[in-house]
Nanobody
């Protein structure tokens, strides 16, 4: 079955950087679009960024533009989220997700059929 395993979360000071990684298995990775979502305490899960199968199309939430970069390495079955200039409001559990529609860069949770367990990101002020 599909497995998505996130890593790279942690505690960082405001203004710092983190790089999240997501290792995918059990799927033909290069045929899937991938996405990152996050859920802060007491809030609904929200879209962060998504990337098409080739990396040629990217969609980012307004909150991520200019600070977060999504990328992928199809040879390694990995997707990444580089997060710079982190703010306390970026504190959340970050989830990796897979969308079987390879060309899409959706921002809707319902379009992603497989999810990881999440990795905690905490940004201190």
């Amino acid at each position: 079955q599909v497995q998505l395993v996130e890593s790279g979360g942690g505690l960082v000071q405001a203004g710092g950087s983190l790089r999240l990684s997501c290792a995918a298995s059990g799927l033909t990775f290069s045929t899937y679009a991938m996405g990152w979502f996050r859920q802060a305490p007491g809030k609904e899960r929200e879209f962060v960024a998504s990337i098409s199968w080739s990396g040629g199309r990217i969609n980012s939430a307004d909150s991520a533009k200019g600070r977060f970069t999504i990328s992928r390495d199809n040879a390694k079955n990995m997707v990444y989220l580089q997060m710079n200039s982190l703010k306390p409001e970026d504190t959340a559990v970050y989830y990796c997700a897979a969308d079987a529609r390879s060309w899409e860069t959706s921002n809707r949770e319902a379009d992603f059929g497989s999810w990881g367990q999440g990795t905690q990101v905490t940004v201190s002020s």
